[in-house]
């Protein structure tokens, strides 16, 4: 992969104002998850600087624009009810996400000494578990959740 970084410097009277377009840094993505490290990594990965997140409703009918507060509300609800984002190469208009993310509640994990049946994807020392496949990457860390009150008798409890 190739990384090609330009730029060009002016002056302007109104300060450095983004283009309608222009994308949004890897820091400003998915309401500022990624970290410095992380969104490095990904202007790495992606050979561009500027992205887009998905945008219209989801699944469950609500505004696609991603938030924390959102996901947190979110992490006990069943899979497309949960907050996601969608990330993109800004001009990209394949319609494929370069990325998606999203966060759920878990009361258990994968094992790193677990052999899945037929699978050879790697494992990685992160979080309490993490693991790379084709379709995706899957992370796990401890975190206490607790389940709201009104859910129904469902797999997501406290966590």
């Given at each position: 992969?190739?990384?090609?970084?330009?730029?060009?410097?002016?002056?302007?009277?109104?300060?450095?104002?983004?283009?309608?377009?222009?994308?949004v840094a890897?820091?400003?993505?998915?309401?500022?998850?990624?970290?410095?490290?992380?969104?490095?990594?990904?202007?790495?990965?992606?050979?561009?600087?500027?992205?887009?997140?998905?945008?219209?409703?989801?699944?469950?009918?609500?505004?696609?624009?991603?938030?924390?507060?959102?996901?947190?509300?979110?992490?006990?609800?069943?899979?497309?009810?949960?907050?996601?984002?969608?990330?993109?190469?800004?001009?990209?208009?394949?319609?494929?996400?370069?990325?998606?993310?999203?966060?759920?509640?878990?009361?258990?994990?994968?094992?790193?000494?677990?052999?899945?049946?037929?699978?050879?994807?790697?494992?990685?020392?992160?979080?309490?578990?993490?693991n790379a496949?084709?379709?995706?990457?899957?992370?796990?860390?401890?975190?206490?959740?607790?389940?709201?009150?009104?859910?129904?008798?469902?797999?997501?409890?406290d966590t």
């Amino acid at each position: 992969m190739t990384l090609l970084v330009g730029g060009c410097a002016g002056s302007s009277e109104e300060g450095d104002k983004e283009e309608p377009g222009a994308g949004v840094a890897a820091s400003s993505l998915c309401d500022g998850t990624f970290e410095a490290p992380a969104a490095k990594a990904l202007q790495r990965l992606a050979g561009t600087s500027r992205f887009d997140e998905g945008s219209g409703t989801s699944e469950a009918g609500e505004p696609r624009t991603f938030s924390m507060r959102n996901a947190v509300q979110h992490l006990h609800d069943e899979y497309r009810k949960r907050s996601a984002c969608w990330v993109y190469k800004t001009g990209d208009d394949s319609g494929n996400a370069l990325l998606e993310i999203r966060f759920s509640a878990s009361t258990s994990h994968p094992s790193a000494t677990q052999k899945e049946s037929g699978s050879d994807q790697p494992t990685y020392p992160l979080g309490v578990y993490a693991n790379a496949g084709p379709d995706g990457a899957d992370l796990f860390f401890r975190c206490t959740t607790k389940a709201p009150s009104k859910m129904p008798t469902s797999e997501m409890r406290d966590t």
